[in-house]
């Protein structure tokens, strides 16, 4: 029986490099607490995204709810709900409102075009994902957030080492989140990052992911645990060497599935620009049942016999979770809708053979 293929697979760097750092970690029995390599991670990462404030955390939700806890925001916040649970917890869990905006049919972002029919009084920020790791309009973001003196913090967990016309998509807002979750093109086991502009925030940031200390005898801040520990800084340098090399091989992966892809009539692709360097994280399609004959459940099914797992990646959207359904938060969004009920994201990871695209590509051509 053929090996089950799953959407996304970690990547492991070589067991050696990693026990060199194993190696350090058990020399200095230091664990956790921002310790050496939490320190060269953080450095690392900084150089990297080419700035100046940035902070490793425990994971990418974690990093989201303490920047927005320390932005000390209130009221009502814009976001999508097209995106994965994590987004809207991290603002209900901070005492906000989201209030979601609809996306855009060509990219799956937020839709600039109809946030400002959503700003109140009462709004203080706009929370945009880049989903898929498919940019925002960041310019047209900034522009409305500037005219309402709203805050702007990115939802970037699919947009590592991203750029956009040169300059990195980690630059954009007030502040970004990263996931490295395991299943993310670069991992870190677990963890995530936030990065700022402002040194105040990150200063927050900093004192509430550790239970909001202070000091030996002081905690002014309510806070949590969200301390990445040194096993996933070691993994986080580690694997920072290999980001190259794997998004070459993400990117190969891509284009055959683009070329095979493009001219299915009833199988849409998102809009890719030129102007951005991708880091090939996900290949999400759309089945228009009208056009195509069958249904997205139907090729999920198809694919699923062969023990190839695409994924229905977001769906449903977050206004339609059980917990969020009857809590009235506000917003028209039938765009995100039809497009949560059409997706499948397909597999993508560096050591995927060619072969395999072929084959679920064969499947979705044929229909069988």
């Given at each position: ?16 490099e990693?026990?060199e ?36 955390l ?28 994590s ?55 900034e ?31 007030d ?14 086991i677990?963890?995530?990052c ?114 190839i ?23 028209n ?36």
């Amino acid at each position: 029986m053929r090996e089950d293929i799953f959407v996304t697979r970690p990547y492991l760097p070589p067991m050696e490099e990693y026990v060199e750092y194993l190696n350090r970690i058990w020399d200095s029995r230091n664990l956790t607490n921002m310790g050496t390599l939490w320190q060269e991670f953080n450095k690392s990462l900084m150089d990297f995204m080419d700035v100046e404030y940035c902070m490793p955390l425990s994971n990418g939700h974690m990093a989201l709810e303490m920047v927005l806890q320390a932005l000390d925001l209130s009221g009502e916040v814009i976001t999508t709900p097209f995106t994965f649970a994590s987004t809207t917890h991290a603002i209900v869990r901070n005492n906000l409102t989201p209030v979601f905006c609809d996306i855009r049919e060509s990219d799956c972002t937020i839709d600039p075009d109809k946030i400002e029919d959503l700003i109140t009084d009462k709004t203080t920020a706009i929370v945009p994902v880049h989903v898929y790791g498919m940019p925002c309009d960041v310019k047209r973001i900034e522009e409305i957030a500037n005219r309402h003196n709203l805050k702007v913090i990115y939802d970037a967990a699919h947009a590592f080492g991203e750029k956009i016309n040169g300059k990195s998509i980690a630059h954009f807002g007030d502040a970004s989140m990263f996931s490295f979750h395991a299943t993310k093109c670069f991992n870190s086991i677990e963890g995530g990052c936030i990065v700022t502009k402002d040194k105040s925030s990150i200063i927050t940031t900093y004192l509430l992911h550790n239970f909001g200390i202070t000091g030996k005898e002081s905690v002014d801040y309510i806070g949590a645990n969200a301390k990445m520990n040194e096993f996933q800084a070691a993994m986080g340098l580690c694997n920072l060497k290999h980001i190259d090399e794997n998004r070459i091989l993400r990117k190969k992966i891509f284009e055959r599935y683009m070329e095979r892809l493009s001219s299915v009539e009833g199988i849409r692709l998102l809009d890719y620009r030129e102007d951005v360097i991708y880091n090939y994280s996900y290949v999400p399609v759309f089945v228009d049942e009208a056009e195509y004959g069958i249904d997205r459940n139907d090729v999920h099914e198809l694919l699923a016999k062969r023990h190839i797992y695409a994924r229905k990646y977001f769906y449903p959207i977050a206004s339609k979770f059980n917990c969020y359904k009857d809590s009235g938060f506000r917003g028209n969004v039938e765009i995100a809708e039809r497009m949560s009920e059409q997706v499948l994201t397909l597999p993508i990871y560096p050591d995927l053979q060619l072969e395999v695209v072929d084959e679920i590509c064969d499947v979705l051509e044929k229909k069988e």
